[in-house]
């Protein structure tokens, strides 16, 4: 996934490489610095957030699903945004975190990282260690009044019970945009 600024100079990617993988194991094992490379495909559009667009933004990150996500907390970062900014990261371990150093330096001026530890957490843990729920949501994310802008990305089986229980909470649901990977289900 596209990690980068959106400002023409450079593109940034992401790679969670997967044994079984039909890509990752090819660029996380086999391609080089100063390979060639040919990237075709989707054009954004629908998944991006702008600075002028404003908030405040919600932005709800399960484990590699945080990318497209940090593209948008580096925009804000690189704009010098203060626009209030919450991401709900769910990851397996404090060792799965992606970018966490990263998110702990852009921390503050309206950046507020919350990380919820599913499988297992540090000792002396005080954060969330479950799934993303509903409580969650409400407890970290601004209130439906706010009209907050929601970007939800990860696994399928994590964007849609997130996605629908943020409507269920109040959400608008032209407002929750979602953006998913694996297997659809059924």
């Known amino acids: 996934s596209i990690a980068s600024v959106p400002d023409g100079t450079r593109v940034e990617l992401t790679v969670e490489r997967l044994e079984d993988g039909e890509v990752s194991p090819y660029l996380a094992g086999e391609l080089r610095p100063g390979d060639r490379i040919e990237l075709r495909g989707p054009v954004g559009g629908w998944f991006v957030w702008e600075p002028a667009q404003g908030g405040p933004l919600l932005l709800v990150a399960g484990g590699s699903g945080v990318v497209p996500l940090m593209a948008m907390i580096r925009t804000r970062a690189a704009a010098g945004s203060d626009v209030d900014t919450r991401l709900l990261f769910s990851s397996r371990s404090w060792e799965d975190v ?5 998110l702990e330096r852009l921390g503050g001026d309206g950046l507020t990282v919350v990380h919820t530890l599913t499988r297992s957490q540090p000792p002396g843990w005080t954060g969330y260690a479950r799934r993303v729920d509903p409580e969650m949501l409400a407890e970290v994310g601004p209130s439906p009044a706010e009209l907050p802008r ?3 990305c990860g696994p399928t ?3 849609e019970p997130v996605a629908e229980a943020l409507v269920q909470l109040g959400h608008e649901p032209a407002r929750v945009k979602t953006e998913r990977f694996g297997p659809t289900g059924g």
């Not at 992606?98 to 990263?102: H, K, L, S, T, V």
């Open 98 to 102: 992606i970018y966490r150093e990263e």
């Open 150 to 152: 929601v970007y939800v």
């Open 157 to 159: 089986p994590f964007v």
